[in-house]
């Protein structure tokens, strides 16, 4: 089985600190196998689905092959051992960013659904008019949206503010959630089904 | 709406069982998954290991078992609810 591993910079396990062995041209990596003492999680390696992807965002994402009965978390999948088997070099900072900025436009966007409803049209004029996190961030320093809509067009702000951070995973966490306060739950799913998508045409990941 | 993850206070609480891999794995799952996205918390829990670590280089010096049975009763006898 196929699947993706986020690691810290430097191959690193970004939990257990673990150092995982790095493919050489031509050869995957060494198999890392669960309860060998080296890892936290004491019973299995984890690993990624495309869909899992926004949860789990750090500086190096690794393609991977997993060994053993493979079974699924909630957003992501657990197996007996896996290796690494090439680096998607297409993610990196400037993919991060990209993303980052893309989930702080859709914070933005489910705002301004949320400040039409209640009929406030400056504040959503101003929102629907930026185009970056920067100007996001502004425009909600400088609005006064009606009290039933705040959160929400402060959550936007929040996103773009993350987003300006290098915080991507951040920015898509909030995005998730200010779908969900603008439209409930289901909508939270759909967000983060439409970050999973981003990242996996960007990529050009296997579905 | 509620939503099936954890938030930094709850975390506060199980940080201890986290670094001592006694979290049942769905409950891991959630730690993990508030972990890659919350600085915050992954700073907490290096101060807790850190702080571990340097009490575990001191001499051991046990407290009369008086003190610790009130201790050991103060912390399981801590309120576990509250706002978030």
Known sequence: VIAYKFLAAGGLGPFSRYPWPLPRPGAPGAWVVAGGGALVCHDAVHACRPGDLPWWLQEELWEAELGGTVTSGRHKVMAP???LLRR???WDAACAQRFGDACAGRARDHAVVALDRVGAAEPARALRACAT????RAAVRAGRPPEAVRIAHTMAGDAAIRALGGAAVVAAYIAAHTAARVDGEPAMAAERAWQSDWLRTE???DA | VSFDEIVCR???EIATDYLDAALPDATLELVEEHLAMCDWCRDYLGQIEATSS????TAAASPPPATLDALVSAFRHR???GPR
């Open chain 1, 133 to 136: 996190p920067r100007e996001i």
């Open chain 2, 54 to 57: 340097a009490l575990a280089r």
């Open chain 1, 203 to 205: 990529l050009r990941l």
């Open chain 2, 79 to 81: 309120p576990k609810e």
């Open chain 1, 88 to 90: 998607v070099d297409g």
């Open chain 1, 81 to 83: 051992r896996a290796r």
């Open chain 2, 10 to 12: 709850e975390f506060a």
